[in-house]
């Protein structure tokens, strides 16, 4: 994975105190990049933003997305080459009890980014992150490709399914492809990723990080969807997708300036309840239990094509699902067992995912 090109780079990236805005920022500081980053402070203790140190490796905005004057400031001081745009409430049960704050940060957030981008000269690339949640899922088993259509059951699979649309509108509108060089020096895309696990993941209602917490708690862990199927991914796969097309932006401009499925091999896809036993396994510990109670609705089975990707940017998956899970509890048991310096230890699971083949 040769990403040199990003040595010097100004990156602006939004969200950077959230789970994946931290690896990500912790990524591009290992390249060489000069960063900004612009976000609220992290909304869990502990949190990996603190944990990695990276307060110290970047400049730190905090704000909030749904600010535009602050966030078109801030973007205008910088002068950023490219910018990550992964601000977002990122949770699909939250969304339920917080539609309003969704869709105002999922929605208008994309929006005030947009804005801000505009008005700056010097941006040549713009990767929004969205999700594999954006489709409208029918649960049919089959694999969802970028050119299928978007919807989204629950207010944060719509948001995002909205900040899709509102990407492709300003795609079209003001950074349009064909007006490349002429009317304007932006190229933008999208990613959509499958769901992430990792090691500093500390968010409520979201498995691994449930798991770890009844674990160092000496509880049962509870599933409320043991059968549902997902893209499990590394938290290095997508990312890696993330960096490579925004290099391809920067290199090839408007070629790749358009949405991209970033997601597993299918049998990598399996059941939470199946993630739950291999979490076990990998930790030596932890039980787990049903509750077959009422909960909201969240989707039951959900895979993603990853064919495009492989075939203009030539990126495929690195680790199984085996692989996935193990580095991830292999990260958390250095944690609690204390004594490890968790950002030189994040940094090597960088290191040894980069010199990895694809699987």
Not at 287 to 305: Q, T, V
Request: with cysteine.
């Amino acid at each position: 994975m040769n990403f040199g090109i990003y040595k010097d780079k100004k990156v602006f990236i939004t969200g950077h105190t959230g789970f994946k805005g931290s690896w990500l920022s912790l990524w591009l500081a290992s390249l060489g990049a000069e960063l900004c980053g612009y976000a609220l402070a992290p909304d869990t203790d502990p949190a990996l933003f603190d944990i990695l140190g990276l307060k110290n490796k970047m400049k730190h905005v905090e704000a909030d997305i749904r600010d535009f004057d602050k966030l078109k400031k801030e973007i205008a001081a910088f002068k950023p080459d490219i910018v990550f745009h992964l601000a977002a409430q990122p949770l699909v049960r939250l969304s339920y009890k917080e539609p309003l704050e969704t869709y105002q940060t999922n929605v208008m957030g994309v929006v005030n980014l947009f804005e801000a981008c505009r008005s700056c000269k010097n941006i040549k690339a713009v990767v929004n992150v969205t999700t594999d949640k954006c489709y409208q899922n029918k649960e049919s088993g089959q694999s969802y490709k970028e050119t299928d259509e978007l919807g989204g059951y629950d207010p944060y699979s719509n948001s995002k399914a909205c900040s899709e649309l509102v990407t492709a509108s300003y795609r079209n509108s003001f950074f349009n492809n064909s007006e490349f060089g002429k009317k304007h020096a932006t190229a933008v895309a999208s990613a959509r990723a499958g769901n992430v696990i990792g090691g500093g993941d500390f968010s409520q209602d979201r498995l691994i990080p449930d798991f770890v917490r009844s674990i160092n708690e000496g509880k049962e862990i509870i599933l409320r969807n043991p059968k549902a199927t997902r893209p499990w991914q590394f938290v290095l796969e997508p990312l890696s997708g993330y960096l490579l097309l925004g290099k391809k932006l920067l290199e090839n401009n408007v070629k790749f300036a358009s949405a991209y499925n970033f997601g597993p091999y299918a049998e990598s896809a399996v059941a939470v309840e199946e993630v739950v036993k291999k979490a076990i396994s990998a930790w030596g510990k932890g039980s787990y239990k049903i509750d077959a109670g009422e909960h909201p609705h969240e989707a039951g089975l959900l895979h993603l094509c990853i064919d495009k990707a492989a075939a203009e940017l030539n990126w495929k998956p690195v680790y199984t699902i085996e692989d996935a899970v193990k580095k991830t509890i292999d990260w958390y048991k250095n944690y609690y067992e204390g004594g490890t310096d968790m950002a030189a230890f994040s940094n090597a699971q960088i290191a040894e995912y980069s010199k990895k083949p694809s699987s």
